[in-house]
């Protein structure tokens, strides 16, 4: 399981899986890698025939990926996978920044050597993914490094924000540098911010998080300028 999945499922921990679950772990999957594209449609009958299972848990997949912006649902018209938005993709970003930039300010107030250590072993593992070339894991070491902010901030539910808003760019970061290529730039991103948490510098380390976040500004203008049937037809 990659870490996108592993994001998706943590609401599910502890309950039983069922048809729905699966059909929604596929298809998110699908979309996420981008083997289903923005635009392709999907049909309800032919999900429901390859899972082998009745039409309804197909409907509720389907609703929960609409509720992620994943999908778009048209009565009476096929179901397709959704296109980009770029004034949704602003407002996501805009949503990550300020909560992000108050989970920095606070991570640098409450850090203390507990959260320096949790921090030191993050950047550990991510480090040792990079030499490895493990894409999948780096991504969940990814999720797991904001989730230790959020946690050393003390602002824990901070988190669900932030992981909801980074699963609507995902599909973006997919058409950007490969993983393999952004991963020590990433990590480096993380030691830094690590290290003015750890000092306690809040400025320094909202300057390098913004930096961060900003790194998406090429591959959105790559986007509209190369794959334009991907984004919404109001926003070009």
Do not use: W
């Not at 850090?111 to 894991?137: I, N, P, S, W």
């Not at 973006?172 to 911010?193: F, N, Q, W």
């Not at 750890?198 to 900003?214: F, P, Q, W, Y």
Request: with cysteine; charged share 35%; aromatic share 6%.
């Amino acid at each position: 399981m990659n870490g996108e999945e592993s994001m998706v499922q943590i609401a599910q921990n502890g309950e039983r899986r069922t048809s729905v679950d699966d059909v929604f772990d596929y298809l998110y999957d699908e979309i996420l890698s981008l083997r289903l594209r923005p635009g392709d449609k999907i049909s309800e009958a032919e999900v429901a025939t390859m899972f082998g299972v009745s039409r309804q848990p197909v409907r509720d997949a389907f609703s929960r990926l609409a509720n992620l912006d994943l999908l778009l649902i048209r009565p009476q018209r096929a179901t397709e996978v959704k296109r980009f938005s770029m004034r949704e993709i602003t407002k996501s970003r805009f949503v990550r920044s300020a909560v992000e930039r108050e989970v920095l300010r606070r991570a640098a107030l409450y850090c203390d050597a507990e959260g320096a250590a949790l921090l030191d072993a993050a950047l550990v593992a991510q480090e040792k993914a990079v030499e490895e070339g493990d894409v999948d894991g780096f991504g969940a070491l990814d999720y797991e490094f904001h989730r230790t902010l959020c946690v050393i901030a003390r602002a824990d539910f901070a988190f669900d924000v932030i992981m909801a808003e980074k699963s609507k760019v995902d599909r973006l970061c997919m058409l950007g540098l490969s993983k393999e290529y952004r991963m020590p730039a990433l990590v480096e991103d993380h030691r830094t911010i690590a290290e003015a948490v750890k000092r306690h510098d809040a400025e320094a380390a909202i300057e390098v998080g913004t930096l961060h976040l900003s790194r998406l500004d090429e591959t959105i203008e790559r986007v509209a300028k190369t794959n334009a049937t991907y984004i919404e037809p109001d926003d070009l």
